[in-house]
């Protein structure tokens, strides 16, 4: 098992460990078991997970002699709202759930998202551990502290940063998940490869072309270089002022697209069409070399994610989604170009025509 410490400015107790490995439950017990978060631990997952996972999981914790409860809420992107936060938080409260209790999020990035702002706001706040069942969870949205849920006008704006007091990231869980989540996860892996780290695009496309995204050694190999690539930037910008921001590669106009599918697109499906559309936009503006923009669609359309936007999605209604994002500084949207392939920086406002132009070549 690999442990990776990521160090908050803020104080020792802020900091955490992200533990990585295979078949890795049973020691998460006896760590929770030593370092005494709480006295009492509640999972908080979706159906479809607690029905694989969450008696597993739940038995590997009892075993380190934990007090542990565990509640399921519906799967998918429309559980990821404030009713659901008030409806799990009604549950805890039911259960007596305190200040010495912990939340324990088990599944993808809408748990995960879902429980961590329930934790930062429950009796104003108590622990919460990410347990991250997906390639995308574990590879980003475990990691860093932001939590959020989704409202009418837009993904995550709702949301706080709370930083959880341990990730366990357990390559086991990858063995039953589906195909297209596996490949949304290595949308967010090509993005850490383009912005901080090139020649991990050449380890994804060899791999693909040999059949071999399933292997746990590369599977752990990619989630270690995602994760100290994540830590590095969390603990310099920890709010996502800066240079965090960088990790937005794709997701400024991916965000837009999910949204105007109407959250048909995947997060990795749309994060993928973003960074193409984010290289082209850098290639477009004289930044980035047309073969680095080239590379990025070779890698993304290597692992089988989409690099085109669908035909029957609106131009309108996505510069309208790009209008209400939450990273805009006043009327300036922000883009995250590429010089060169390991070279972002932000960009201080790309023209509406050029973001137009983007989407109509863009699209089938």
């Known amino acids: 098992m690999k442990t990776i410490k990521v160090k908050l400015d803020r104080s020792a107790a802020d900091s955490y460990d992200i533990h990585i490995g295979d078949g890795i439950m049973d020691r998460m017990g006896l760590i929770l078991a030593r370092s005494k978060t709480a006295r009492r631990y509640v999972i908080v997952t979706d159906d479809h997970v607690d029905a694989a996972h969450g008696a597993r999981v739940q038995a590997a914790l009892e075993k380190a002699d934990l007090a542990v409860e565990r509640l399921s809420v519906p799967p998918g992107e429309a559980t990821k709202d404030i009713r659901t936060v008030l409806a799990v938080s009604e549950r805890l409260a039911g259960i007596g759930a305190d200040r010495l209790t912990a939340l324990i999020a088990l599944g993808g990035g809408v748990v995960g998202d879902l429980t961590g702002f329930a934790a930062s706001i429950y009796m104003r706040g108590i622990p919460v551990i990410q347990v991250p069942t997906t390639l995308l969870a574990q590879v980003d949205s475990s990691i860093g502290g932001k939590t959020g849920v989704d409202i009418a006008a837009g993904k995550n704006l709702l949301g706080t940063f709370h930083q959880p007091k341990g990730v366990f990231i357990d390559v086991d869980f990858l063995r039953m998940l589906p195909e297209a989540q596996l490949r949304n996860g290595l949308a967010e892996v090509i993005k850490c490869a383009a912005v901080e780290s090139p020649e991990l695009l050449n380890d994804i496309e060899e791999t693909a072309a040999k059949g071999g995204l399933r292997e746990t050694a590369f599977l752990e190999r990619i989630i270690t270089a995602a994760c100290l690539i994540k830590k590095r930037l969390v603990e ?128 089938k």
């Open 236 to 363: 310099i910008d920890e709010r996502d002022r800066g240079v965090r921001r960088i990790l937005n590669f794709g997701h400024t106009l991916g965000h837009a697209v999910e949204a105007a599918s109407g959250y048909a697109l995947s997060h990795g499906e749309s994060v993928a069409i973003g960074m193409v559309a984010a290289a082209a936009i850098s290639e477009r503006m004289n930044y980035l070399p047309a073969g680095d923009r080239k590379r990025i669609e070779s890698v993304v359309r290597a692992v089988g994610l989409p690099d085109r936007i669908p035909g029957d999605l609106s131009e309108d209604d996505i510069i309208a989604r790009l209008a209400s994002d939450k990273k805009k500084e006043g009327e300036t949207i922000h883009f995250i170009l590429l010089k060169k392939l390991g070279f972002p920086f932000v960009n201080g406002g790309v023209p509406e025509v050029i973001v137009r132009e983007t989407i109509k070549r863009l699209q």
